[in-house]
């Protein structure tokens, strides 16, 4: 059986650092943009609580999370790998707080300076559905023992 779809997930996450948040706001779904890293197995996202996302997860953290390879990269954007993802956003516990810090800053370098604000909080999203697209054909759901395989 072939693992390309390993590769093409590990190659993804290796050459994006955004994603699409998509939480649910007062009058429905509201997407945005937002920086990730990975961190056991769980996204990490550093978002303000002034922001409308951060909010909405306090009120449900069940959110949706997309990671998409920039369109210069494909012919046809109908053709983009991507990996989307769904699970509940929670605030990263204390006890793991310095070493999820670190791996975000690690992958997010210009960040640094913003977990200096008292408004920016690290969350980690744990995923619970996770759904890759390598391209035409090519989808397939990946169960959480082999997304920690990665």
């Not at 009058?27 to 990490?44: D, Q, V």
């Not at 996202?45 to 990671?67: D, Q, R, T, V």
């Not at 980690?124 to 397939?140: D, E, N, S, T, Y």
Request: hydrophobic share 45%; aromatic share 8%; with cysteine.
């Amino acid at each position: 059986m072939s693992n390309d779809w390993q590769q093409g997930i590990e190659q993804l996450l290796s050459q994006s650092r955004v994603s699409f948040l998509a939480t649910m706001g007062k009058h429905g779904p509201e997407t945005s943009m937002a920086p990730f890293a990975i961190h056991n197995g769980n996204i990490l996202l550093h978002l303000s609580k002034l922001a409308k996302h951060a909010a909405n997860i306090e009120n449900n953290p069940n959110i949706g999370l997309m990671i998409c390879t920039p369109e210069a990269q494909a012919s046809s954007p109908l053709a983009l790998p991507r990996l989307s993802v769904q699970g509940e956003a929670r605030l990263v516990p204390d006890e793991r707080l310095a070493s999820a810090r670190a791996v975000y800053l690690k992958n997010i370098p210009d960040a640094e300076q913003l977990f200096s604000f008292g408004d920016f909080r690290l969350f980690q999203l744990a995923p619970a559905q996770i759904h890759w697209v390598g391209g035409f054909g090519k989808a397939r759901k990946i169960s959480l023992d082999q997304w920690l395989a990665i």
